[in-house]
Structure formats: C-alpha cells, structure tokens
C-alpha cells in the first residue's frame, strides 16, 4: 500500500510542474515611427512693399507780375489824411455816421440796407494813384466796402471798386445813386467775413481805370463818363441786409500821374 501512496503523492508533484511551466512566447508589435509632418511652405513677409513711383505733377506757373500801378506817380497829394474829420463830408448822412481820428477813418451804416459815402471836401485828382488798407469789422454776406474815384462835388457820380464780405471783388459806376455793374465780380484774395484786411488800389490815368486788390490788378475799365466836375475820391460802406456794418481804413496814399500821351 505504501508504494501507491508515493506514486499518488509523484504524480501531484508531476502535475504541479506541468502547471507551472513557462507559458509560450507572445511576439510583442513592433513599434512604428510616427508620421512626419511634411511643412507647408509659408510666404515670406514683405516688410517693406514696394510702391509706384508717383508721377511728377506739372509745374505750378508763376504768376506775372502786374505792373507797378504807382510807376510814374508823383508826391503825396495828403501828407496826412486822416489826422481830422475837416477835409472829408458824407453827401449821404443820413445812411451813416463817419469818423477820422489817429489816422483811421471809420465808416458805418445805421439804416437797412443803406449805402453810405465819405469824399474828400478839397482834393481834387482826376489822374491819380490811390491805394488805402480797409479792414471790415462787422461784414456779412454781400455787403461792401470800398474806395470811390473820380466822384462829382455832390457824389451823384463817380466809380467805385468793392469789396463784398463773401470775397468777391467789383466795380461799378454809381449814377444819381444807381449803381451800374462795369465787370463780372471775382474772386478776390480776402477772406470772407470779418476782421480781415485787405488793400485797395486804382490807378486812373486818361480813359483807363485799373483796379487792384493787394496788388493784383483784376479789373480795367475804359471810363466814358463826362470828365467835367469828377475828381474827388472817397470811400463807402454798403449794408446788404438789416443789420448795419461797419468799416475802417488806413494809410491812405494819393498821388498825381500823367495821363498817357
């Protein structure tokens, strides 16, 4: 009996060793390398384009120079004009009031739409060159200011070069207190409105009048008014709408020419 128990407790023995022997080989995968990214090509920044060469403009013309109007002109005609009020009177009072002091003339209007006139009381220049600084203090729209020439004794007709406070120059022939227009208006080299300055200048030689606005002559006119009686000169102010204006001038300088041959 004891030799079948051995070969029992063998063959547990033989069956434990069979269950502990080594299991079979697993093949392991193969790791692949991953994928390369293949780079998309990027564009290169500019940083600096280039850009079209601009086509030159053309040259910006030189403006002629007008003629000097005062060539020729002789000496002063008033050494000082407007020291007081005793050389000028207003044949249009009741349009205004004016005043000379220091060297000023102040003109204004008190009446709608009224046109009020200042003239020399003994200066008579029928050829002359005249030039004077007026500075607008209250202007609107189209109202005026300027210088009159060859004015008859009562002011009921003369010439007159103007100023509107939109910037537009003119000339006009006033007659029995009608004016007549003797150019189209223009553009002159002011600013609209007011304070502004600008100078006014007529030369008045024979049957020729030129006119100037800061030294740029923009009018000539032939004048074919009877000569008789016209040669004072003067200056006005002319309201456009209900309100009044008022108007300055300075450095007044009148002086005699010799009418052409």
Not at 60 to 86: E, H, Q, S
Not at 161 to 181: D, I, K, M, R, S
């Amino acid at each position: 009996m004891k030799w079948l128990t051995r070969l029992a407790a063998l063959g547990a023995v033989a069956g434990l060793l069979v269950g502990c022997a080594p299991l079979p080989a697993t093949a392991l995968p193969v790791a692949t390398a991953p994928p390369t990214a293949t780079s998309t090509p990027t564009a290169t920044p500019v940083w600096f384009p280039p850009t079209a060469t601009p086509t030159p403009l053309p040259p910006t013309p030189i403006p002629t120079p007008t003629p000097a109007l005062a060539a020729g002109a002789g000496a002063p005609l008033l050494p000082a004009p407007f020291d007081n009020g005793a050389g000028w009177f207003s044949p249009t009072g009741y349009a205004g009031r004016f005043g000379v002091a220091g060297g000023v003339l102040s003109l204004s209007t008190t009446r709608p739409r009224a046109a009020m006139l200042v003239l020399a009381r003994e200066l008579q220049a029928f050829n002359l060159y005249l030039s004077v600084v007026a500075e607008p203090q209250a202007c609107r729209g189209n109202d005026a200011y300027g210088v009159v020439v060859r004015a008859s004794a009562n002011g009921g007709r003369y010439y007159r070069l103007g100023l509107t406070c939109n910037g537009q120059a003119f000339v006009e022939t006033v007659e029995g207190g009608l004016p007549v227009p003797r150019v189209t208006p223009e553009p002159a080299a002011v600013p609209p409105g007011a304070p502004v300055q600008a100078t006014l200048s007529v030369r008045a030689a024979g049957q020729t009048l030129d006119f100037a606005v800061n030294g740029q002559v923009l009018f000539t006119v032939r004048d074919d008014l009877p000569p008789y009686g016209r040669g004072l000169i003067g200056f006005f102010a002319r309201a456009a709408s209900e309100e009044g204006m008022i108007v300055t001038f300075r450095d007044l300088t009148v002086r005699p020419v010799l009418p052409p041959p």
